[in-house]
């Protein structure tokens, strides 16, 4: 399964019903299982993001669909990277074309 690192905000809306947030995670959990990926990691963060999360998910269709799905409540915008492993990088490095 590929990893994902997914960066996000919370918009007003997500703001106002904030003390919602654990179930809304508890529930996102539940529909990535559902399309066969899988929650890691969720972190609050300071700075930029408000946070971040870590998902394994069996391919790019999967992820664009629980994000479209997620964010489609209006509480949070994302922003979502494939994030490859030291092992794929060093595999990558090694298949360049040079």
Do not use: C
Not at 30 to 58: N, R, S
């Amino acid at each position: 399964m590929a990893t994902y690192i997914v960066l996000g905000n919370y918009t007003h809306q997500g703001m106002d019903k904030i003390k919602g947030a654990p179930a809304r995670i508890d529930t996102a959990r539940e529909v990535m299982h559902k399309l066969g990926a899988e929650l890691k990691q969720w972190y609050l963060v300071t700075g930029q993001y408000d946070f971040v999360l870590i998902l394994e998910a069996p391919n790019d269709e999967t992820v664009a669909k629980l994000m479209l799905a997620i964010g489609s409540h209006g509480n949070l915008r994302t922003q979502t990277s494939r994030a490859f492993t030291e092992e794929e990088f060093r595999q990558i490095v090694t298949d360049l074309p040079y």
